[in-house]
């Protein structure tokens, strides 16, 4: 039997579902399609997730019959879940059922393996929150093949912030699930797009003095880095707080809202003020994560130096930022080291090549 | 009667005397001599300030018989001094009797105003804390002199911040006092060297964790920018917490103490992280009251962009990252405006002056 030609890897998140589509064609690989949807489950329903996934299906599919398809997930955590046990449940079983005719369907553990839907739904903590340990199996295939030793990767997407030490080609973390990455500084939950403000600062600079601000789902990161001119209303991908659209006007409209202003009676440059400070307290959310893991690497003898901070997703301008204030001096984009714009959909892109990695080998074993 | 050649300006602190001298010459104004004496009045005593001026002045003064001395002072908010009325009525004292055969004594009020002891004494609050004022007038001065109109002034030294927005060439500030400019962001009690630790960070990475800190005198701003290579030893000029030296191993030694462990315990390269993670929580101290102010200025529709930052003290590199963080993107060292490396006695030296123009101008009105 011939190696198949595609492989589908689908990163599940509780907002966005992504997807990559890989063809294998005479020794070379290929990206032949991406897609990210954004289907915040908490709103459209659980059920909403097998829709999304047939719609995917028939685009990256058509015309391909013969298929591997690779998932890691995070959508476990959503509450529309009574917990992650029936989140993984609820995933797996969809997958399993929307891609029934996949030559194999892999789940992608947080120890970087692949194993197959009973497995994952026994063990369901060992698939939970898993994205991460498919970009550190990259991360390390990364390591090996372009010489990279010691890596500090930082993920900064529009929800949260991942960052992933390599140690002589290894990578090594200390959590393994999201509340052991939450302490140990490997997730920070702080993203560039849909970070509620009020998760961000508990006070605003207003006319040169300190408004507390609303607890309301009134502005979200997103519009702190459009007004500041880090992100172009394209990039503003997730939904806006009030729905209405990603223009700098309506980006600044609703962060007067934050000190429960309106945009009568604050000017656009008194409101970029509060979005610098917010986006200042968001960097220090960043740095603290990093000069933990800074703190953590200096402890087991490593040498801070040596270490590439490699950057990904929608926040890299902060990732880097945060990077340097906590001593880095070396930054790369993962973008530019893989050759393709990969990064917003790192962890499926990943998915994807662990399964032809998987079934590259298996084919040689058994040839 | 000729123009009296030499001006003593005065800055008397709670910790620091500062002096300058200069020399009026055919036009021409030279800084002859200056002198900054540690004295900590709340160790030293009350009583030490009259040794301290008398050595002062037989240092300054003993070729000069005919000359003018213009005080300012903080150091009327020592804990030595009951209260700020007391410590002002000291201050004058103390000055009017060691300078009792100057020419003319004058005391710098919060409205840039040069007055007598007596008023001083009357209207004690009107000479508390002033010294920034005397600051203000020499920018003014400077603003219509060298084209600038629109500055920031940050004066970061041993021990405080002080920030003074300048528009239109006129000093505009909303606090008088000192617990005003603490309210406005114009007085931040944070400093290069004297800062105690634990009134910068409640918490210091540790091996990869989260200590707290002790909240003994363990460790100063002084060894935080010493170990981070910002100052040298020499500009260390204040105590250490343990009474050791200067040396960046003695820095490290007392940082390692803050969170209650010593520098066996841990390496240089940790205690690094330590020192980087309190120095970004002090950035962000000083980011946070020019942000404050950039509020207050943009409300009352001022064009931020046309600010310069004007740099001074001892703690000038904290100022230009505190400043760039808040979006200014013209800096200048008040140091390099005047021509002389007279920032770490500014308002000393803008006292001296002040005492001259006045002078200066009853002379011309009276010939």
């Not at 829709?51 to 998932?71: A, D, G, M, P």
């Not at 063990?123 to 090996?144: H, P």
């Not at 394209?234 to 700098?248: F, H, I, V």
């Not at 945009?263 to 960097?283: D, F, G, H, N, P």
């Amino acid at each position: 039997m011939s190696l198949p030609e595609v492989f589908i890897g689908l990163d599940v998140g509780g907002a966005n579902v992504k997807t990559v589509k890989l063809r294998v064609r005479g020794g070379s690989i290929k990206v032949e399609d991406i897609a990210r949807v954004y289907n915040p489950l908490w709103i459209s329903g659980k059920e909403s997730l097998e829709r999304v996934l047939k719609e995917l299906k028939n685009s990256f599919l058509q015309t391909s019959k013969s298929y591997v398809i690779s998932t890691c997930m995070t959508a476990e955590l959503s509450d529309v879940f009574e917990d992650k046990q029936a989140g993984v449940y609820h995933v797996v079983n969809t997958v399993e059922k929307v891609f029934q005719d996949a030559l194999h369907k892999f789940y992608v553990s947080t120890d970087a393996m692949l194993i197959d839907a009973k497995t994952a739904i026994q063990n369901y903590l060992s698939v939970a929150a898993a994205n991460w340990a498919a970009s550190a199996w990259l991360l390390e295939k990364i390591a090996g093949e372009r010489g990279f030793r010691n890596i500090v990767f930082v993920d900064i997407g529009s929800t949260t912030t991942t960052i992933i030490p390599v140690v002589n080609g290894k990578t090594i973390v200390r959590g393994r699930t999201d509340p052991e990455k939450l302490v140990f500084g490997e997730l920070v939950y702080t993203g560039a797009l849909r970070t509620n403000v009020c998760a961000i600062v508990d006070r605003v600079p207003y006319k040169g003095l300190w408004a507390r601000v609303s607890s309301e789902r009134f502005a979200l990161s997103g519009d702190v880095h459009l007004a500041l001119g880090f992100i172009k209303s394209e990039d503003y991908t997730t939904e806006t707080a009030d729905n209405r659209g990603k223009s700098l006007g309506e980006a600044v409209a609703r962060l007067s809202r934050v000190p429960c202003a309106d945009s009568k009676m604050l000017t656009m440059q008194e409101v970029v003020e509060i979005a610098r400070y917010i986006y200042e307290a968001q960097v220090f959310k960043v740095f603290e994560a990093l000069i933990q893991i800074r703190s953590w690497l200096a402890s087991i003898g490593a040498d801070l130096d040596s270490f590439v901070i490699m950057v990904a997703g929608v926040g890299k301008h902060l990732a880097l930022e945060a990077s340097r204030r906590a001593g880095f001096k070396q930054f790369v984009d993962v973008d530019d080291v893989i050759g393709e714009k990969i990064s917003p959909v790192l962890p499926a892109y990943a998915a994807a090549l662990m399964a032809l990695d998987r079934v590259a080998a298996s084919e040689v074993h058994s040839s």
